[in-house]
């Protein structure tokens, strides 16, 4: 769901909660905010209907009410408690909730509640890509320090400019360095990772290497 | 309607809303006539310049129910104040009823605590006086490896997340956590997993017919395996009273621990006095329990309140409360000023074939209430096992 609270109008909001007073309540508020509500109740077995955001009543609540994995909610959760007691917080926090309703549900806080889940659920998805993406690489380290000791002895250069080369490549290739890595690791050619003005460059200096470098690209 | 006790003996109109029909009638019933009685005593007293007229309803368990016959009271008969619920989902329903017209809930029963309403004056346990002792009892004596069986609904949910805690504090652990559909009596499965399991003890938290038929099952299995004696692996609770071994009935109702702020066998004349007028006003074949001794002490406090405060007016009776003394009949009891939750006295207490608890322990001094938990020392568990290490390790096999 787009994280934009300004944009609201036309979403779906799913309310999982018996039909009392703030089922009614939320369900006119969010009518007020634009949204397009469904509401089903009691929770049961029926395969749940799309929607962009779920508000559930976190009271009553059970292992399996969602057919995700815990932590995996792949839309905001806004949990409704009355009982604030530990395990239900435990539990509603379990299910990927990012915020919170407080029952008697009235006109005020059920905007910031949509405000924060949104917020929150983004941030929480980029946060995971991210580190999904640092745990790639830190798996990938070592092939990348074979590839660069790989780099410095067959082109005589020093572990920077290894570093660099191999990340000038991995651009120009639009893969990761991490990619390139495993290429030269399993036995890729060296020689691509040099582009011409590089080989200008390295080889109008005066540097350890530099014969070894220019036999190379002859 | 604040009254002014300016003229003879003014009414003071109290609503009593409990469920005497439905799934927990009994519970309900004792909480209402000991709430009556409690009112009939301070209404033949002269001493009190006023009157008490109780105005019951039966929301017979239904929670919309206990919404609409609250807000009647509150908005169409001018009650400020209301002694009831049970449940806290009853409870949590009609808190914004009782804030929306400035009135006062006078709650006679236990719970699970995490919450602290300042509508609401609780006079029964919270978790610190009846499931927290109850740990620091067992753990010690019987061992830490727990089998955890209740009703599905969250006052056993959240007693098992902190029998847990305790358990795992202490070193041991939940051998397993089973519930029930309120009504069922499917036990049969569950006392079977236990006999293969072989728990220190059994924590239950089953109520009403569930509960019953899992007494009754599990005396079979003990009369079967004396390895399920209990004085082995008993069945514990904070919610066993008077009235359910009776209606368990018999043998199978005996040898099982409580934890309770209130047992009938409590020796004090206060009591006694309980118990006679309890019997004299209802019938000689009823037994007193804690809930009825909870709906009592409510009213009482409520009487008291209002006569130091010369007024009903829900803020003046409130600031008043604080200040109350109250020879119960399970102790003094006090209402803390900070939380609104009664002081307490908590006792363990061993149940017996005639339908009453041998006390085995009780508390010095009142527990202060602490309905978030926030003073248990998980640590001061670990220290008791210690403590009984060298004790246990003498009788251990």
New interface residues.
Partial sequence: MNADIASLHGRRALILHRKDRNRDALESQLHRIGLDVACLAPLSEVALPDADVIFFDADLGYQGLFPWNPSEAPVPLIAILASEAPGRIEWALDQGATAWLHKPIGSTGVFSALAVALRLFEERRQMRASIADLSERVRARPIVVRATLAVMSGLGVDENRALGLLRQAAMRERVTVELLSVRIAAGGALAGLLPQEAVATVAGRTQPGRAQLRRKQT | MAVSLIHARPSIPVGIVVSTTGSYAPVGRDMHDGALLAIRQINADDANPFRLEPVAADPGGQ??TY?TVCEEMLRDRGIRHIIGCYT??SR??II?VIEKYDGLLWYPSHY????SCDSVIYGGAAPNQHLVPLAGWMLPRYGTNVYCIGS?Y?WP??NN?IMRQLAEAAGGRILRERYLPVGSTEVGEIVREIAAMRPDFVFNTLIGESSYAFYRAYHALREQDPEFASDRRPVTSCSLSEPELLAIGGEAAAGHLTSSVYFQSIGRSENAAFVTAFRAAFGAERVTSADAEAGWIVATLLARAIREAGSSAVAEVKRAVYECRLEAPQGPVRVDAENNHAWLTPRIGRSDAAGGFALLWEAETPARPDPYLARVELATVRTRMRAAGARLRVIGP
Avoid: A, D, H
């Fill in positions: 929670l919309e919404r806290s989902s949590k329903e914004p699970e605590g995490f919450e599905n969250i949910w959240e997340r």
